[in-house]
């Protein structure tokens, strides 16, 4: 009988995933040409934010209420979410050409609202890709020959004036173990450039406080922790990898209607490799950086960081029939907002 | 509730995909065009004692824009800097009342550098800025997205009972396209 039961939810579980599923061959990731003016430190800057935004997005609908009961649980949980990008996000110092700021090599200038500023060296403030427009800067090489020839004037890529960015939807598998422990698998393939990405992830979330001889204190409230790994693959391209800790605890309001508070940890780590498509040394030999004229045919290699490494959040749960909707505010480096349904398909 | 159960199991199998596609597309389409700045470096070359220098151009000439040309949905005139690489005879103290760069475009000219009292010393290899007006680099941009060939011109206006005889006048004029590109 619970086989039977479990046949259905477990068929369209597989369907869902198959939707998403691609497989390619094998290749190196590439950056299209309008990509050869980044530096690898200016593209890891520019990034940045929105590889916090995916970092918060992996991160979110961890969990709900931490009320774990001691029962198999079977289930599919569907969630949204949308940040707010804060203006503290919307630039970085942008690494300038190395011998930017020695004046016998070239003089350097740069009109920033209204104000003219010489000589500029090591870094300038330029825009993420939150951000607005950026500032040429521009240089007059000293001489005609020698290093100071490909000291030229240098352009920026803008932002694209974003406040508000929807994170990655995520669906993911549900599992409730007796031992008043929750598992939540999430596994996704994407076709990227040619070859397929792979996403898993494994959660874990640990009813604490029936350990405990605390029930007259906490009363119809109840304590979890959690735990959260992350595994974003490319054969060739991205390696990324992120962790999540925390405490959660949930009470009652109403019959049903329940809230849930939570303080957490994160962190995402590892790097995204790319090639600058189809190559050629004429494209690049007149950079000023000198990652890109004498070395344009390496990779570029991006470094995954976050901005956010706590978040605080509360939320509402609702429980009707065998739905459970939830919503959360959640206090990041991009306050994040989500919303989502969790079907448990299957209780015994 | 119990008989409803697998419609609402279909209904889930169904929506959800659509659902996830749908929200990956709002995220992909707020990121799928970037803007980038190009400057793009237009050397302006005189002999003989003018105040006037020409130089035409096309910006096919320019790895920067024909990269990405065929992905470019808007081309946008944000600042124009220029500098003097020489001068003979070479006088560091000599001012220029006024020094103008031209765009020209299907015979219409836009004004897209002035600068005014400027001494040699000022602008010899040293980069001077202007930030080109709205309105104008509107007109520029719309131009240039009709017609990649066009002309500059450089107009120096001397200080009155400056009579010296310019025999070379070389300088760079650099223009800071923002060019809108689909990926």
């Not at chain 1, 330029?126 to 007059?140: D, E, N, R």
């Not at chain 1, 898993?200 to 959260?228: C, E, K, P, S, T």
């Not at chain 2, 024909?66 to 081309?75: G, I, M, P, Q, S």
């Amino acid at each position: 009988m619970i086989m039977k039961r479990m046949i259905t939810p477990a068929i369209c579980i597989l369907i869902l995933f198959l939707c998403e599923l691609n497989l390619y061959a094998g290749k190196n990731l590439e950056f299209s040409k309008e990509f050869a003016l980044f530096t690898s430190k200016n593209a890891s800057g520019y990034f940045k934010p929105l590889l916090t935004s995916i970092e918060q997005s992996l991160n979110s609908n961890r969990f709900t209420c931490a009320d774990y009961e001691e029962t198999w649980r079977i289930g599919l949980d569907i969630s949204v979410m949308g940040m707010l990008i804060p203006s503290s996000q919307n630039n970085y110092d942008a690494e300038l050409p190395q011998l930017y700021g020695d004046t016998s090599v070239a003089q350097t200038g740069e009109l920033r609202d209204g104000v003219y500023y010489r000589n500029k060296k090591g870094s300038t403030l330029q825009p993420t890709i939150y951000g607005g427009a950026s500032t040429p800067v521009f240089s007059a090489p000293q001489k005609q020959n020698g290093v100071s020839e490909f000291y030229k004037s240098s352009g920026f890529a803008e932002g694209n004036n974003i406040t508000f960015m929807p994170g990655l939807p995520v669906l993911q598998l549900v599992v409730g173990i007796p031992t008043r422990t929750e598992l939540r698998f999430r596994f996704l393939t994407l076709g990227v450039a040619g070859e397929s990405m792979t996403y898993y992830a494994i959660l874990l979330n640990q009813r604490l406080d029936h350990w405990f001889d605390i029930q007259n204190i906490l009363h119809n409230h109840a304590i979890a922790v959690n735990l959260g790994f992350h595994s974003l693959q490319r054969d060739a391209g991205i390696d990324v990898t992120s962790f999540s800790a925390g405490l959660h605890g949930s009470g009652e309001i109403l019959e049903n209607f329940k809230y849930y508070a939570a303080l957490q940890y994160e962190t995402i780590s590892g790097s995204i490799t790319a090639y600058r498509e189809n190559y050629d040394a004429s494209d690049v030999i007149n950079s000023p950086y000198e990652e890109i004229r004498l070395h344009g045919d390496q990779p570029l290699k991006i470094s995954v960081e976050s901005f956010t490494k706590f978040r605080v959040l509360g939320g509402l749960s609702y429980k009707l029939g065998f739905a459970e909707f939830h919503g959360d505010i959640a206090y990041a480096s991009q306050p994040i907002f989500t919303f989502g349904i969790c079907f448990n398909f299957v209780t015994f | 509730m119990k008989k409803y159960y697998k419609y609402y199991l279909i209904l889930v199998a169904v929506i959800a995909p659509v659902f996830i596609s749908g929200c990956y597309t709002d995220t992909i389409d707020n990121l799928s065009e970037f803007t980038l700045q190009v400057p793009i470096t237009v050397p302006m070359f005189q002999r003989g004692n003018s105040d006037t220098t020409f130089s035409n151009e096309n910006l096919n000439k320019y790895a920067e824009y024909t990269n990405n040309k065929e992905r470019v949905k808007r081309l946008h005139l944000y600042q124009s800097s220029f500098w003097l690489d020489s001068i003979a005879p070479f006088n560091s103290s000599e001012v220029f009342q006024k020094i103008e760069y031209y765009f020209i475009i299907d015979s219409v000219q836009y004004l897209i550098a002035r600068f005014n009292n400027l001494s040699v010393s000022s602008f010899f290899k040293i980069p001077q800025i202007y930030q080109v007006p709205d309105d104008i680099a509107e007109q520029v941009s719309a131009a240039l997205l009709q017609n990649e060939v066009f002309r500059t011109m450089l107009v120096t206006t001397r200080t009155p009972g400056n009579n010296t005889n310019y025999s070379l006048i070389q300088s760079s004029l650099v223009m800071s396209l923002r060019m809108d590109v689909k990926l």
